[in-house]
């Protein structure tokens, strides 16, 4: 049932897929009638699409002379414009600006409370974070966790506290003898301090490291990050594997 599922998707490609002598309006209308969209059904999604993604002051303009982002927007229209089920989303922010990246998610979780499924892939760990509510991380062509963001980095099972002193190696051996401390590690920036699940030791630590005449510079709750979690489950840093695969095979 090749066209029936045709019919029920939306692509939004990692690559622009846009004729650059076409206007903005004429990129919609022609993708609608590839689909059969009728003609009064057809103009009113149009419309209705290009206020979405604030484009309708540019209908009559050729995309060749739009910036990334009014491309990135009518990419997106057109993937809307068959009103899929799904909507596939290839790295849709890629090389966008960051305000222009916040305004095409708020169109994307429009779309997705109204109903359609999307999916999609992303190389930026805060996008999968903040707007999935499903995550798989892919490595070498394998899921090899999923889950949703909090589930993720609960799977770490640990918070860390920042701190700085005036005396990082006395307050080393200090922190590294409470019972609720699994591991502590040292860095230009002081101590990293990782607690046992539930522990909530912050106040117990400034007040022996008080005891002690140590005097606190800093000291921060970091919670993991999806960061970590690659890390964790990869072995590596993101950059590592996106060069190590020249780009490709990697996603959230």
């Given at each position: 049932?090749?066209?029936?599922?045709?019919?029920?998707?939306?692509?939004?490609?990692?690559?622009?897929?846009?004729?650059?002598?076409?206007?903005?309006?004429?990129?919609?209308?022609?993708?609608?009638?590839?689909?059969?969209?009728?003609k009064?059904?057809?103009?009113?999604?149009?419309?209705?699409?290009?206020?979405?993604?604030?484009?309708?002051?540019?209908?009559?303009?050729?995309?060749?002379?739009l910036?990334?982002?009014?491309?990135?927007?009518?990419?997106?229209?057109?993937?809307?414009?068959?009103?899929?089920?799904?909507?596939?989303?290839?790295?849709p922010?890629?090389?966008?600006?960051?305000?222009?990246r916040?305004?095409?998610?708020?169109?994307?979780?429009?779309?997705?409370q109204?109903?359609?499924?999307?999916?999609?892939?992303?190389?930026?760990?805060?996008?999968?974070?903040?707007?999935?509510?499903?995550?798989?991380?892919?490595?070498?062509?394998?899921?090899?966790?999923?889950?949703?963001?909090?589930?993720?980095?609960?799977?770490?099972?640990?918070?860390?506290?920042?701190?700085?002193?005036?005396?990082?190696?006395k307050?080393?051996?200090?922190?590294?003898?409470?019972?609720?401390?699994?591991?502590?590690?040292?860095?230009?920036?002081?101590?990293?301090?990782?607690?046992?699940?539930?522990?909530?030791?912050?106040t117990?630590?400034?007040?022996?490291?008080?005891?002690?005449?140590?005097?606190?510079?800093?000291?921060?709750?970091?919670?993991?990050?999806?960061?970590?979690?690659?890390?964790?489950y990869?072995?590596?840093?993101?950059?590592?594997?996106?060069?190590?695969?020249?780009?490709?095979?990697?996603?959230?």
């Amino acid at each position: 049932q090749k066209d029936s599922v045709r019919r029920s998707i939306g692509v939004v490609f990692q690559d622009q897929r846009l004729d650059r002598d076409l206007t903005v309006w004429e990129t919609l209308d022609f993708h609608g009638r590839i689909y059969s969209i009728p003609k009064e059904v057809r103009r009113q999604r149009i419309d209705e699409l290009l206020e979405l993604v604030e484009l309708n002051d540019k209908r009559k303009e050729v995309t060749k002379n739009l910036s990334g982002g009014m491309k990135r927007r009518l990419e997106i229209a057109r993937g809307l414009l068959v009103q899929p089920k799904i909507l596939f989303l290839d790295e849709p922010t890629i090389g966008l600006d960051t305000q222009t990246r916040k305004r095409i998610w708020s169109y994307i979780k429009k779309v997705n409370q109204e109903g359609v499924t999307v999916l999609l892939t992303t190389h930026y760990m805060d996008e999968a974070d903040q707007n999935s509510n499903v995550v798989c991380i892919i490595d070498k062509g394998k899921i090899i966790a999923n889950g949703t963001p909090e589930q993720l980095k609960r799977s770490l099972g640990q918070d860390c506290i920042q701190v700085q002193t005036d005396n990082d190696h006395k307050a080393f051996r200090l922190i590294e003898s409470l019972p609720e401390v699994s591991k502590v590690g040292g860095s230009i920036n002081g101590l990293s301090v990782y607690v046992k699940e539930n522990a909530n030791i912050i106040t117990k630590l400034v007040d022996v490291l008080r005891l002690e005449g140590i005097q606190i510079v800093s000291i921060s709750l970091v919670k993991p990050t999806l960061d970590d979690v690659f890390i964790h489950y990869t072995g590596r840093g993101f950059g590592e594997v996106t060069q190590e695969s020249n780009g490709a095979g990697h996603g959230h």
